[in-house]
Nanobody, 115 residues
């Protein structure tokens, strides 16, 4: 059974930081491209960042310089370090695992940036 379990979301003030984690099971994690997406109320789900099996990363323009994606293949876990958070970063953040045409999603974790 494949599971992607996110954690680390919560309420943070503008300018603050959070680190999201996504623990994967049931997949050969090191072979998968892992990504983070987000969906704000009334908006479509959008890509935040992804990291391929070799460790190369890619970021959406709106998070460049603020967010960092990383992976620990020994722990089957992908992380998203979020710094300098803004109110517009408020959304449900989803973990994604992709290999060829295979696609898995986590259940999402809420991130709220508000004073």
């Amino acid at each position: 059974q494949v599971q992607l379990v996110e954690s680390g979301g919560g309420l943070v003030q503008p300018g603050g930081s959070l680190r999201l984690s996504c623990a994967a099971s049931g997949i050969p994690f090191s072979h998968y491209t892992m990504g983070w997406y987000r969906q704000a109320p009334g908006k479509q789900r959008e890509l935040v960042a992804y990291i391929i099996s070799a460790g190369n990363t890619n970021y959406a323009n709106f998070v460049k310089g603020r967010f960092t994606i990383s992976r620990d293949n020994a722990k089957n876990t992908v992380y998203l370090q979020m710094n300098s958070l803004k109110p517009e970063d408020t959304a449900v953040y989803y973990c994604n695992g992709r290999f060829a045409t295979i696609n898995y999603w986590g259940q999402g974790t809420q991130v709220t940036v508000s004073s």
